[in-house]
């Protein structure tokens, strides 16, 4: 482990890489044994992806009653290797560049910090399911999304400002903050509604968007850091 967290390759390349594709296919295997079941429409079968959020994979009971658990083994082993993922991600992130750049001020800590914070709201989406406890569920889920704009925004600049080399990771940061900024606007500030005739589907496209969105992001950003490591 203490080899793991020192090396750069395996925390801001190989192992983030690896989680999502991991996390992706057993999202994947989760929706193929998902019963069926929406908030609008119980008597649904199987997973829709129009319909269905993707917390609803993470249920202990479906909407239409049937019990869900092959479908909330695989979201909580998934959500728990995204959890270390981005959590070893951030710390390796930090600890890499610091070292190589030493850059100045609080702005990179504080995006740090608020990386780290967006790992443990992974942890508890995971932790709360939507049937058992979904008051803290969809905090957990709102915060998540406020801590990567701050964290994915405060990096943006960081890598701006810290060397030539480290620009290209700002954009791939700056892509992802403007994503997320425009799901907190449809989801938190409630333009969903103004924009779209139905509020449900227009949350649940929105949802799968800004994951594909974010996914990609990150996918964007390991290239690059991958480019850093090789310079190194």
Request: glycine letters at 8%.
């Amino acid at each position: 482990m203490k080899y793991y967290l020192h090396n750069p390759k395996c925390t801001i390349f190989q192992f983030p890489l690896i989680a999502i594709g991991v996390f992706v296919l057993l999202l994947v295997f989760a929706i193929q044994l998902y019963p069926g079941g929406t908030v609008e429409k119980s008597d649904t079968v199987g997973y829709i992806f129009s319909e269905n959020f993707i917390s609803d994979l993470g249920r202990t009971v479906t909407h239409s009653g049937n019990g869900n658990l092959l479908s909330f083994i695989n979201f909580m082993i998934a959500f728990g290797i995204l959890t270390f993922a981005f959590f070893t991600y951030f710390y390796g992130n930090y600890t890499f560049f610091k070292k190589k750049y030493s850059p100045p001020g609080n702005m990179f800590k504080l995006g740090t910090f608020f990386g780290l914070c967006t790992s443990l709201c992974l942890l508890g989406i995971a932790l709360t399911p939507a049937d058992i406890n979904l008051k803290d569920h969809i905090i957990f889920a709102e915060f998540l999304f406020r801590f990567l704009f701050g964290s994915t925004l405060l990096l943006a600049i960081s890598f701006y400002k810290m060397d030539s080399s480290t620009q290209r990771l700002s954009l791939g940061y700056l892509l992802i903050a403007l994503a997320t900024g425009v799901y907190i606007l449809l989801s938190d500030f409630e333009l969903n509604s103004v924009l779209f005739s139905n509020d449900h589907l227009a949350e649940v496209i929105t949802q799968k968007l800004i994951t594909g969105c974010l996914i990609l992001g990150f996918l964007f950003i390991g290239y690059f850091n991958f480019q850093n490591i090789k310079e190194q």
